[in-house]
């Protein structure tokens, strides 16, 4: 493998981190922080660092009082002659949150940064410096590509568990020392409450930290806001973070399960008291672009949007969709005409005219809701479907219509490489789509990999939709809904490119980085 090791990365680290590793709980839980100056602005919740590219990239923090956010970077631990980066004001408005961009870097070379916090009166009163690494992307193709992909956090109650050391799964993700992290979608579970302990079946008792946010389903932006914070609780997914650059998409629990725009909440769901899916999904936006570092969701961005292209060198683009602003209401699916469908028309012909643009040897579409698998939805009783596929064999119906003009874009475009990744399920399975066994054939074959859940509830694999010719070759699922993380069945993939031969290798893995499965692709070709 080509792949460019950085063998002293993860051992920089281990000294680097020992300050973030050492904030088990931020000052507002209880715990003091082991490096707080008194009277200091603190960055308790870690740093993280977002959608890097070959020359820029974007590091977040949060402040637990109002601060100047500063940001130095340097090719060596030491730090000397360090380059030195202005941020924002961190203050209430943003949740004491802050993203400062990166740009001028150098192409394919370790980052060094730390975070310093400066009391707004006094910029010589700072806090204790967190740090962190990242690699920008290489220009070279021979340097390859190797990343992570996952979603599905703290799901059906199960949150962290000191008993069991956390969201152990970091750690083996970690391990892996990947050029980034893509996170599918549902980072949070705004509508599920976490309570101290829950049964576990055949005996025992599962044990949550807990926090007030958490107590109840989220409708106030501060409500939101606590449920981001409550991740970073996490040891483990702090250390990553300061490890590891994320690219972040989201899907419906980051706002309610199963959500659309326009949906009103029954009147049966006492839980909520804010009745309007629109309003608690624009708080919860606000929230999501306050806790990662997207640059399209910055203040003053023009964009305002999830959707976007990451360009990671000459071997990989990756196309994050947003399956959730732009979707029509959940139904039956069997309409004959869907011009919504599930990425709305912009967000189709944009996807359309960034593909035949790309000139990436792989071209990942990373989608926050599956393909062929039928997810039902089932909130409130009714009969309908919450991603694409509905169950029927036959043409495409209703959201699959939209995925049918995608296919045959790419197909007749002569689009090489599309590869698609995403989560939201709780299982993982490779599925290969293959013209000859659909009702839909004019596409070319083309390879879909799910994985999750990373700390939530594991659920039985659900059936497949036959229209585009779908077959399961891998799965690994329970036969049981909602197990829980004691019961294993937490996962995460792995996506390894060649830089010299090319070639894109999948590995679906279990938490404790265990292959299960693995499928090696071809480049240059327009279906696998």
């Known amino acids: 493998m080509s792949h460019r090791p950085f063998p002293g990365r993860r051992g920089v680290l281990r000294g680097s981190l020992a300050a973030s590793a050492a904030l088990t709980l931020p000052v507002g839980l209880g715990a003091a922080p082991a490096f707080a100056r008194s009277g200091r602005p603190s960055a308790d919740w870690g740093v993280?660092?977002?959608?890097?590219?070959?020359?820029?990239?974007?590091?977040?923090?949060?402040?637990?009082?109002?601060?100047r956010m500063i940001v130095e970077t340097s090719?060596?631990?030491?730090?000397?002659?360090?380059?030195?980066?202005?941020?924002?004001?961190?203050?209430?408005?943003?949740?004491?949150?802050?993203?400062t961009r990166l740009h001028g870097l150098p192409s394919g070379e370790q980052i060094h940064y730390r975070v310093l916090l400066a009391d707004p009166d006094d910029p010589r009163r700072t806090g204790e410096p967190v740090t962190g690494a990242f690699r920008t992307v290489s220009r070279h193709r021979r340097d390859g590509v190797r990343f992570l992909w996952s979603g599905d956090l703290a799901g059906q109650g199960w949150g962290i568990n000191p008993d069991?050391?956390?969201?152990?799964?970091?750690?083996?993700?970690?391990?892996?020392?990947?050029?980034?992290?893509?996170?599918s979608g549902d980072n949070i579970y705004a509508d599920g409450p976490i309570a101290a302990t829950q049964a576990l079946p055949g005996g025992g008792t599962w044990r949550n930290v807990t926090t007030e946010e958490k107590a109840k389903v989220a409708e106030t932006l501060a409500e939101y806001r606590g449920n981001f914070r409550y991740n970073l609780?996490?040891?483990?997914?702090?250390?990553?973070?300061?490890?590891?650059?994320?690219?972040?998409?989201?899907?419906?629990?980051?706002?309610r399960n199963n959500w659309y725009p326009g949906e009103v909440i029954a009147a049966s769901d006492t839980r909520y008291t804010e009745k309007s899916i629109d309003v608690l999904a624009a708080r919860a936006r606000r929230a999501f672009s306050e806790y990662f570092p997207v640059p399209t969701l910055r203040p003053g961005a023009k964009e305002g949007r999830v959707q976007r292209v990451l360009r990671q060198g000459p071997l990989l683009d990756v196309f994050v969709l947003d399956m959730r602003?732009?979707?029509?209401?959940?139904?039956?699916?069997?309409?004959?005409?869907?011009?919504?469908?599930?990425?709305?028309?912009?967000?189709?012909?944009?996807?359309?005219?960034?593909?035949?643009?790309?000139?990436?040897?792989?071209?990942?579409?990373?989608?926050?809701?599956?393909i062929g698998l039928v997810v039902p939805d089932t909130t409130e009783g009714r009969p309908n479907f919450e991603a694409v596929a509905q169950g029927d064999?036959?043409?495409?119906?209703?959201?699959?219509?939209?995925?049918?003009?995608?296919?045959?874009?790419?197909?007749h475009r002569r689009i090489t490489g599309t590869v698609w990744l995403t989560a939201d399920v709780h299982h993982t399975s490779a599925q290969h789509y293959q013209p000859s066994r659909a009702a839909f054939t004019d596409f070319e074959p083309f390879w879909e990999f799910v994985s999750g859940p990373l700390n939530a509830g594991a659920f039985p694999a659900g059936e497949l939709d036959a229209t585009f010719g779908p077959e399961?070759?891998?799965?690994?699922?329970?036969?049981?809904?909602?197990?829980?993380p004691a019961g294993g069945y937490q996962f995460f993939g792995e996506v390894d490119i060649d830089g010299g031969s090319g070639e894109l290798t999948v590995r679906l893995r279990e938490q404790d980085g265990t292959v299960l499965f693995t499928r090696t692709l071809q480049p240059g070709r327009v279906g696998q």
Request: hydrophobic share 35%; proline share 7%.
């Open 48 to 67: 993280q660092t977002g959608d890097v590219t070959t020359d820029s990239g974007l590091v977040w923090v949060r402040s637990d009082r109002p601060a």
């Open 164 to 183: 069991r050391g956390g969201y152990r799964i970091y750690d083996a993700m970690a391990k892996l020392d990947p050029d980034f992290f893509l996170c």
């Open 233 to 255: 609780l996490d040891d483990n997914l702090r250390r990553f973070n300061a490890q590891v650059p994320s690219i972040v998409q989201w899907d419906d629990h980051e706002v």
């Open 393 to 411: 064999p036959g043409a495409p119906l209703g959201r699959e219509l939209q995925i049918a003009e995608l296919l045959r874009f790419v197909k």
């Open 472 to 484: 399961r070759v891998f799965v690994k699922a329970p036969t049981a809904s909602n197990v829980s």
């Open 75 to 99: 090719a060596t631990e030491s730090f000397r002659n360090p380059r030195r980066w202005h941020g924002p004001l961190l203050g209430e408005g943003t949740d004491f949150t802050g993203t």
């Open 325 to 370: 602003t732009y979707r029509d209401a959940n139904s039956p699916g069997d309409q004959t005409t869907d011009p919504q469908g599930i990425l709305g028309r912009e967000q189709l012909e944009w996807l359309k005219r960034e593909l035949a643009r790309s000139r990436a040897v792989w071209k990942v579409i990373a989608a926050d809701m599956p």
